[in-house]
């Protein structure tokens, strides 16, 4: 067990069925000239693959923080993150809900099923760009990783 270098690129999971909101949020954070390298699963079962070095995912890394959609086909956002929370392997990845929703239910849902925090998508990309700066001032800046 040890804590996590900042000296390696920052490994994003995003998990969106979406091309121009994937493309929006890459954009705001290369804007952000950061050390992020953002990785996309499609659906939930190309993210569980990632996470599990599984399929054409052999050599993933393993993500230090999810960025998850809640509305996909197949396989959703609430059973990603119920899947995830409930293996010990993948329990202590930080997970932020990245949705167009701002349901309560939703919003409920995904705290009681343990999601890290919940932001609501712009299509704005100077929003995204603040999305981007604010995920990496605190999850990347403040926070201290957990790597097993």
């Known amino acids: 067990m040890h804590y996590r270098s900042n000296a390696n690129p920052n490994v994003i999971l995003m998990i969106d069925d979406n091309p121009t909101d994937v493309l ?4 705001a954070f290369a804007f952000c ?8 699963a499609e659906n939930g079962f ?14 993933a890394p393993r993500p230090d923080l999810i960025l998850l959609d809640l509305n996909m086909p197949r396989k959703n956002g609430f059973e990603v993150l119920a899947e995830m929370k ?20 939703d ?12 932001i609501r ?15 990496k001032d605190f999850w990347f800046s403040a926070s201290i990783l957990y790597e097993p």
């Open 46 to 59: 190309q993210a569980i693959e990632f996470l599990k070095q599984q399929g054409q995912y052999l050599q």
């Open 24 to 27: 929006l949020i890459k954009e």
């Open 33 to 40: 000239e950061g050390n992020e390298k953002i990785y996309v």
């Open 121 to 135: 998508k712009s299509v704005d990309f100077d929003n995204c760009i603040k999305i981007a700066r604010l995920i």
């Open 86 to 105: 409930a293996d010990p392997n993948f329990r202590s990845i930080p997970i932020i809900i990245y949705t167009s929703s701002v349901a309560k239910e």
């Open 107 to 118: 919003i409920k849902t995904a705290y009681h099923n343990h999601a890290n925090g919940y």
